[in-house]
């Protein structure tokens, strides 16, 4: 930010602004009210004058954008307002909390303050922040929806960011803020935060798919035109007042798919969705006023049996509460209709907000927001829990997918997808957890490592001879059930970091080598692991065996696999005589990846295992040492988030010397000779030396993996392309991870 006095232009620009936001509360907040609002933005408008962003506009549109995102696109009242326009004060200027609870009010003090901590970036300090804002969640909520407002603005404006900065808070937006919106029940926040970190993430991708969705929009509008007007008839003939709306999915949900499922744009059957919003009638319940325009619809168009989803009958977590149904409709094309009263309607656009304002209509109790936010006090109850570790679990229940499943009374309990016997035990008690040996599922014996179904009901059995086991961790999925196993293992923990010191230090006098920082490095990037801690406990809970180290302290620290390069710092080439030195790393530049060794030192990643031409960030180890990671990996996702300040900007160059190993993968029908014709594809088409080769069939149908030297990219989709066209191949992709 820079200091600058406001031109005319300023005063006029920010005046249309302030005009707008004016426009959007005189909709729903009293005139009273207004005047409230006009005060907070004068005091704003006063303490941030002459204040620039990176973006060269006045800093004050900054606040008044946040503002007017909160009322018109999450629906929040007045005090969320006045917040939102005084939410950078404290962080940026000389006035403190004290000020703003008494020129407006404690609660509006309470909620800045709670926006103030959650500044910045999630680097550890910032985990720790975010744990503690936290804290306000419970007591209002308003904090979060307020940071997501805020959030989803400097998403509308990270152009104006460096490279590094914009990978840094996409990272971010795309690890924390996007989960939370969609737990939130913030549909349309939560799309848009997707598709911008995509932007930014992925450029080439973005730019592709867009361009894509508007080259086929105007076949789209044709086939929704004549996919309605049936509709529409209908449902007027019922006397239904109703409105009828298409979209297509987002840019990253296709994306997303599209990567999930290795399959092109074209190969995405339900790209198109059409909504159905009906005013409901008070004398008839809404489910089966849904059901009743279900059924109309089904009447002209065929449904898909095994795509019809009642979010009625069971709301989601967050929740949304559809009728879906995927039709089949003109052209042969599939069309999936979603069925909303209007209240239903915007609780789905609103979230949150919109669920206080409607709850404890249509059944009272506890909704599953409610349970949510129990859940969380829960987690927050945990003095002991590191930062970064909750920020982790707290993830894991935002994102999931929810299952229904049952207690053996009819008691409904709502669990992310791929829960567990064990996480099922946990969610009712601790102690139900701790002594759980297994379940009866419909009268069968199940392991506590079983995974739920939707519909299941369970009976936990339990011993009190059982104790929480070392291998439970890696099958549990809830952050409940993760934290009370850790629980149950943290007053031996230091027992097993011990006992695993000992085992290491037996192999070493074994094999008559003194232990030094670069062994150590080698048994932990052999089993993937970040710090000795991490190594000595797994080997003292017996979840490694160390058996021979020999053959791991013999490897080679430069490999095929993992091996260290250099970074051109774009200065001109070095004289061939010239013997290069490490070189500080400076963040802000853009490093491009070369063959050559030249400045600053740089690994691959082994979870995502990237080759030249794939999109590529570098997370700093040191000031000198570079690895780095496709963009789309999960673990670098989750370093942008955490570790933000650590992320520089990478790029590759040409790279045609150097082969690195990759793994693919193959589906198809077999027939005699087709090995054959697949290896001379590889070899002799497209010269490209395989390693190893494995093929299995089963009832006429092989499957095979290969590991191959591939130069980059390019050279990679060009023979996929090719082995695509033997007769039989069904499906060729390529697996990222090469260890799994």
């Known amino acids: 930010m820079t200091k600058n006095l406001q031109s005319e232009a300023d005063k006029r620009l920010i005046k249309d602004y302030f005009d707008n936001l004016l426009e959007a509360c005189k909709k729903q907040i009293a005139p009273e009210n207004i005047e409230l609002i006009k005060k907070a933005f004068k005091f704003a408008n006063k303490a941030h004058a002459g204040v620039r962003r990176k973006s060269g506009e006045p800093y004050i549109i900054h606040p008044i954008a946040v503002a007017h995102i909160v009322v018109s696109e999450i629906g929040l009242g007045s005090k969320s307002v006045i917040a939102a326009l005084l939410h950078d004060i404290v962080e940026d200027t000389d006035y403190t909390l004290e000020d703003i609870s008494g020129l407006f009010s404690p609660k509006i003090a309470q909620i800045v303050d709670g926006l ?9 300090s910032q985990a720790e922040n975010f744990k503690k804002m936290l804290l306000t969640l419970s007591e209002d909520v308003r904090v979060i929806l307020i940071k997501l407002a805020d959030r989803l603005h400097n998403m509308r404006t990270l152009e104006s960011m460096p490279a590094h900065k914009q990978l840094k808070i996409a990272g971010e937006t795309l690890f924390i803020y996007a989960p939370l919106a969609h737990r939130l029940g913030l549909y349309s926040i939560k799309t848009q935060l997707e598709d911008l970190s995509l932007k930014y993430e992925h450029p080439d991708a973005y730019e592709k798919i867009n361009l894509q969705l508007r080259d086929k929009k105007e076949h789209r509008d044709y086939l929704v035109n004549n996919f309605i007007a049936p509709l529409e008839t209908k449902l007027e003939n019922e006397g239904i007042d109703f409105s009828i709306t298409s979209r297509p999915k987002s840019i990253y949900s296709i994306w997303n798919k599209m990567q999930k499922k290795g399959v092109s744009f074209n190969e995405i059957y339900d790209i ?131 299952i229904v499943v049952f207690t053996p009374k009819g008691k409904m309990i709502t669990l992310p997808k791929n829960s567990t016997v064990l996480d099922f035990a946990y969610d009712i008690h601790t102690d139900l957890g701790n002594t759980c040996i297994g379940a009866k599922i419909n009268h069968k014996l199940v392991p506590v490592s079983h995974s739920l179904k939707s519909g299941d009901q369970i009976e936990i059995l339990t011993s009190d001879k059982q104790q929480p086991q070392p291998n439970w961790l890696k099958f ?61 406990s797994q080997i003292g809970m017996s979840i490694l065996k160390i058996d021979d180290l020999s053959p791991i302290l013999r490897k080679k620290s430069e490999n095929r696999l993992v091996k260290y390069w250099r970074l051109s710092l774009n200065r001109g080439r070095k004289k061939e005589e010239e013997t290069p030195t490490p070189h500080k790393i400076n963040k802000k530049q853009k490093y491009l990846l070369e063959e050559k060794q030249n400045d600053v030192e740089y690994s691959l990643a082994r979870c995502c295992n990237p080759i030249p031409g794939d999109e590529v960030l570098g997370y700093l180890v040191s000031d000198e040492n570079l690895v780095i990671h496709k963009t789309k990996c999960p673990e670098a996702i989750k370093l942008m988030s955490s570790h933000g300040d650590k992320i520089v900007a990478v790029e590759w160059t040409p790279f045609k010397v150097l082969s690195y190993l990759t793994k693919i993968t193959m589906q198809g029908f077999d027939r005699i000779g087709i090995v054959n014709e697949i290896t001379n594809v590889i070899s002799k088409q497209h010269n490209i030396n395989m390693r190893s080769i494995n093929f299995d069939t089963h009832d006429g149908v092989f499957e095979g993996n290969m590991f191959l030297y591939i130069h980059n990219t390019e050279d990679l989709n060009n023979l996929i392309a090719s082995l695509m066209k033997v007769k039989g191949m069904e499906h060729v992709e390529r697996i990222e991870n090469l260890y799994e």
């Open 476 to 536: 549990v999925v809830t952050a409940k059930a993760k934290s009370k196993v850790r629980d149950a293992f943290k007053l031996t923990q230091k027992k097993h970091i011990e006992k695993g010191r000992d085992i290491i230090d037996t192999e070493f006098k074994k094999l008559k080598i003194i232990p030094n920082s670069n062994t150590i490095r080698k048994i932990l990037n052999h089993y993937g692991l970040s710090n000795k801690e991490q190594l000595y």
């Open 272 to 402: 198109l969705a059409v909504r159905i919003v009906f005013k409901s009638k008070d004398e008839i319940s809404e489910k089966r006023q849904c059901f009743d325009v279900l059924s109309l619809i089904t009447d002209i168009y065929k449904p898909k049996p095994d795509r019809i989803r009642d979010w009625i009958t069971i709301p989601k977590a967050n929740g949304y509460e559809a009728l879906h149904v995927t039709v089949m409709g003109p052209q042969g094309k599939w069309v999936e209709v979603q069925i909303r009263t209007v209240r239903m309607d915007e609780i789905a656009e609103r979230g949150f907000a919109a669920h206080f304002k409607y709850k404890g209509k249509d059944g009272e109790g506890e909704s599953e927001l409610d349970r949510w936010l129990i859940r969380i006090r829960e987690m927050l109850r945990n003095p002991e829990v590191d930062a970064l570790e909750f920020l982790d679990e707290f993830k894991l229940n935002l994102f999931s997918s929810e």
């Open 116 to 124: 103030t901590k959650l500044s910045g970036s999630f680097d550890s």
